[in-house]
């Protein structure tokens, strides 16, 4: 009898330790850990809703990032439709600036979008964590840690964090580890008894 051929499991993307602080994380903003799995999608993590209509003041916006530490960015809708998202660095990056409150306090938030320029990640609330964290890595370095915004259904969108997207992927890597181990060792043994059952055969 041929011995059993091990699995083959690429884990070159686990980049990512679960720390006791990643787990508490992964429970704020979605699934406990030992729950998500290789078919986990965006849609069983924990998304933020927060959005506003492109007419709103800046300060509007502002205030809101001041009450709220944890708003990752925020949806655009025009007239209640998607029309992008403004995150939190970006932002707070065009305010720093030199008259940035002048500028955009008073005027609406349509107004910094057309000046951010930004190209968002939309991914379906049925896009694999796997996938929508490759596709998020894939990004240009400046966009990398950006929020991805999550169609739910049809024009409805929830924001997530990318470093609660990246630990939910890590969970997984790690989930898939453990499994891969597992059925290593039943493999092994299974083998083991292989040899054992061909030496007696032969003797």
């Known amino acids: 009898m041929a011995p059993l051929k091990r699995p083959s499991v690429e884990l070159s993307r686990v980049f990512m330790s679960q720390s006791p602080d990643d787990r508490s994380i992964l429970a704020q903003f979605g699934k406990r850990a ?22 709103t003041p800046g300060q509007i916006l502002g205030q ?22 403004i995150s939190r660095r970006q932002f707070l990056e065009r305010m720093s600036r030199p008259y940035g409150v002048e500028l955009f ?36 370095p400046e966009a990398l840690y950006e929020p991805i915004v999550v169609e739910i259904a049809p024009q409805v969108y929830r924001l997530l964090g990318a470093y609660q997207l990246l630990v939910a992927q890590s969970c997984i890597h ?25 030496h007696r055969l032969q003797a």
């Open 105 to 140: 306090s008073r005027r609406s938030i349509q107004c910094l979008y057309d000046f951010i320029q930004a190209d968002p990640l939309v991914c379906s609330g049925d896009t694999l964590i796997l996938t929508a964290a490759l596709k998020s890595l894939e990004r240009s």
């Open 174 to 198: 790690q989930y898939t580890a453990k499994l891969l181990g597992k059925r290593t060792r039943q493999l092994d043994r299974a083998n083991a008894e292989i040899t054992h059952l061909n």
């Open 34 to 55: 030992e729950d998500l799995g290789i078919d986990s999608t965006l849609q069983e993590l924990k998304l933020v809703d927060f959005s506003l209509e492109v007419s």
């Open 64 to 85: 809101a990032f001041d009450n709220s530490s944890e708003l990752p960015g925020v949806i655009l809708l025009d007239r209640d439709r998607f029309a992008g998202m």
